[in-house]
């Protein structure tokens, strides 16, 4: 069963559990609600076509055991910098004081590939021992940038080095995603 327990401003507001937690994180239209939808097998996560509608930290119970939490995008340029700063400010402080967060998924637009501010993201979470998966979306979408940089595992001593490739729309990489994180 799969429960929305809430949309949270602040880090301090979120409940205390005991349950396993996944956190998915990537910049603004990497596709994080839909793939959380299709993990959970239901459209749990709001979707949307304009970047940056996630701004809260939306956390959803799945079977009393596990949480997930689907955190805001960054990198969208028409965010105002003082709320990008705050938005920073409150993921650093989620990642590195919620003693139930398991793994942190770092979700990255394959048709892209990483940018300045995934690569410091991971950096960030290198220096704090915060132990996160890259995660490749949309697939089964056209390449478009030549240019992509490679994500050298042994340069991210936090990265679990198995990077997964992942498409909602067609539900490739999903089951991978499931057993990580021990859904059925």
Request: proline share 3%.
């Amino acid at each position: 069963m799969i429960k929305f327990v809430g949309a949270f401003d602040r880090v301090c507001d979120l409940p205390e559990t005991q349950f396993s937690e996944y956190a998915f994180a990537g910049r603004s239209n990497v596709g994080k609600s839909s793939l959380i939808n299709a993990i959970v097998g239901a459209p749990v996560a709001r979707t949307s076509n304009t970047p940056g509608r996630t701004q809260t930290l939306n956390m959803f119970n799945i079977d009393d055991r596990i949480s997930i939490v689907d955190l805001p995008g960054y990198g969208y340029a028409r965010v105002s910098k003082v709320d990008a700063e705050k938005w920073m400010i409150r993921f650093q402080e989620y990642i590195t004081t919620r003693r139930q967060l398991k793994r942190l998924f770092v979700l990255i637009d394959s048709r892209i590939g990483p940018k300045n501010s995934d690569l410091d993201l991971m950096h960030f979470c290198d220096a704090n021992g915060i132990s996160y998966q890259v995660i490749y979306t949309k697939k089964d979408k056209r390449v478009r940038e030549t240019n992509q940089v490679d994500i050298d595992c042994d340069a991210h001593p936090a990265m679990v080095a198995d990077i997964l490739e992942t498409s909602a729309e067609k539900k490739y990489g999903i089951d991978t995603i499931r057993a990580i994180i021990g859904i059925k």
